[in-house]
């Protein structure tokens, strides 16, 4: 099969072709149609993420057809369309496990990390940690719901009931959560860096009544504020722009180092915390909610073949909405 490869961290990912994969005891082959990038992608294939499994098939955000099943899944049928995000497998015995968080297991495994990913025509997965995939999402504009999508609700979730959200950094998951803020009735303010005003139109086309640049102070004060982008000065900025009892929650796996602020940026009952990963439930939750909003994705399209292209357009925050790999074109057409 046509495989995208990380062989070291910070060199480009290499076109190559590798045997398909056989599903083990409780795994499900599928056939890729689609996987989306997300930053994260970019954070391992740049030596951000420690001692990820090499060589690699990156990618967590992955749409496909079970084609075969591996001993004792009976979950699923074999051609029924799926997704696998990023937790890839829990012990299921831990501390954390057995306290419904599971997205904190010491010793998880995360896909397009420490199990090979979907920037390949095929790829096995845990059938206990895939999801079905709603029929009326194409492949393409499904396959952002699986990180950009799950982290952005588990994000959203953690800002309570913010009647006014901010929004740092308005990439894949922002123009997700964007829409399902302004469906739940929340005010949603856009932070982008200075002069995108492009970002800024996007998010105003989804609903944001103010968009900006991330050195401005929004028209009111917040009531909560996401930090998407993987930048640690944006935490105090966060802070500055939060009302008593406010929330900052910082979205992503990786961040540069923030900054010493003053207390007071902290006092009056503002919390700053961080979401890691995703649960099942998050999932379940998150793909039932979308078609009833609906959730529209905006992609960009890249052949898998072009799998560095998208990472570098993503890399330059030139990507409109997510970026996603087409690996099957004759499917993808659906
Ligand atoms: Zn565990
Ligand atoms: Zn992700």
Redesign the pocket.
């Known amino acids: 099969m046509r495989a995208m490869i990380l062989d070291v961290p910070g060199k480009p990912l290499r076109a190559t072709e590798v045997d398909v994969p056989e599903p083990g005891e409780g795994q499900v082959l599928l056939r890729v149609h689609a996987c989306a990038v997300?930053?994260?992608?970019l954070h391992v294939v740049d030596g951000e993420l420690p001692d990820p499994k090499l060589p690699l098939i990156p990618g967590?955000?992955i749409v496909g057809t079970i084609e075969k099943m591996g001993e004792g899944v009976n979950r699923f049928e074999a051609g029924t369309r799926v997704g696998v995000p990023?937790l890839g497998w829990t012990d299921g015995t831990c501390r954390y496990c057995l306290s419904g968080r599971e997205n904190l297991c010491e010793n998880a495994s995360f896909t397009g990390y420490q199990i090979d990913g979907g920037y390949a025509e095929h790829t096995v997965a845990d059938a206990r940690f895939c999801f079905p995939i709603p029929d009326n999402y194409p492949h393409l504009q499904a396959a952002p719901l699986l990180?950009?999508g799950l982290?952005g609700h588990r994000s959203l979730r953690f800002a309570g009931d913010a009647e006014r959200l901010g929004l740092y950094g308005f990439g894949a998951s922002a123009h997700i959560v964007a829409q399902v803020a302004v469906h739940e009735g929340r005010r949603v303010f856009a932070f982008t860096s200075p002069n995108d005003e492009e970002a800024q139109g996007f998010a105003r086309d989804l609903g944001a009544e103010w968009a900006g640049s991330s050195r401005e102070k929004p028209p009111e004060e917040l009531d909560a504020a996401i930090i998407f982008a993987p930048v640690g000065a944006l935490v105090p900025a966060a802070l500055g722009t939060v009302a008593r009892g406010g929330t900052v929650v910082c979205a992503g796996i990786h961040m540069s180092d923030i900054p010493s602020f003053p207390y007071d940026l902290l006092w009056g009952e503002r919390s700053v915390r961080s979401v890691a990963n995703l649960t099942r439930q998050d999932g379940h939750e998150f793909l039932t909610l979308a078609p009833e909003i609906p959730v529209r994705t905006e992609t960009m399209t890249f052949p898998l073949e072009k799998a560095n292209e998208a990472l570098n357009t993503l890399r330059s925050g030139q990507i409109r909405g997510a970026a996603v790999l087409v690996v099957d074109s004759r499917q993808t057409e659906s």
């Open positions: 997300c930053r994260t992608d967590h955000q990023w990180c950009a982290i």
